[in-house]
């Protein structure tokens, strides 16, 4: 049976993370980011073409003042609060095997029965897209990220057997790759 193994963290973190978040949130599904900045750009419209009142000034204060409330605070709160309050297990480094069937991850660190305290396993059926963003490349199951490689644990001058494997296994007609 062919089979490639390797060891990495189960999640991404910090940097890393955030990136992968904001790229989840606003351009893989760039629908928040239509909604947020549509808004700001009609009221430059409507301040070019001259329609201002009193009221309207609040109302474009208020469409520029939310996507800047976004970005610049509830988006690197709500990242920060969830590196600080995410499961250990994310954190933890596992070993991933990819074989003929699917995925397989599991933790060397144990729960308290004495299992390992991640072990999960996605048949290569199960997916509908893998990307590769900020040298991650992750495989979703609809708008669920299901698996999460770091490229750079991947054994040295193996990436491309890697690439390969995941183009070979994964149902390319229901499996769409971004890379």
């Not at 419209?45 to 605070?73: E, R």
Request: charged residues 20%; contains cysteine; hydrophobic residues 40%.
């Amino acid at each position: 049976m062919d089979t490639l193994t390797f060891k990495s963290q189960l999640k991404a973190s910090g940097t890393d993370y955030k990136n992968i978040v904001f790229w989840n949130r606003f351009f893989k599904n760039p629908t928040e980011l239509i909604l947020t900045w549509v808004p700001a750009v009609l009221t430059i419209v409507a301040l070019v073409n001259g329609f201002l009142s009193g009221f309207l000034a609040i109302v474009y204060a208020i469409c520029w003042f939310y996507p800047i409330f976004i970005f610049a605070y509830q988006f690197p709160t709500s990242i920060k609060y969830h590196l600080e309050h995410r499961p250990k297990t994310e954190d933890m480094l596992c070993t991933f095997e990819l074989s003929e069937e699917g995925v397989k991850i599991t933790s060397d660190e144990t729960d308290e029965n004495g299992a390992p305290a991640v072990n999960e396993y996605f048949e290569w059926k199960t997916f509908t897209a893998s990307y590769l963003k900020s040298g991650y490349y992750m495989f979703f199951e609809g708008n669920k990220m299901l698996v999460m490689m770091k490229e750079a644990d991947f054994p040295a001058g193996k990436k491309a057997d890697f690439i390969k494997f995941f183009r070979d296994h994964a149902d390319g007609n229901k499996c769409r790759f971004y890379y």
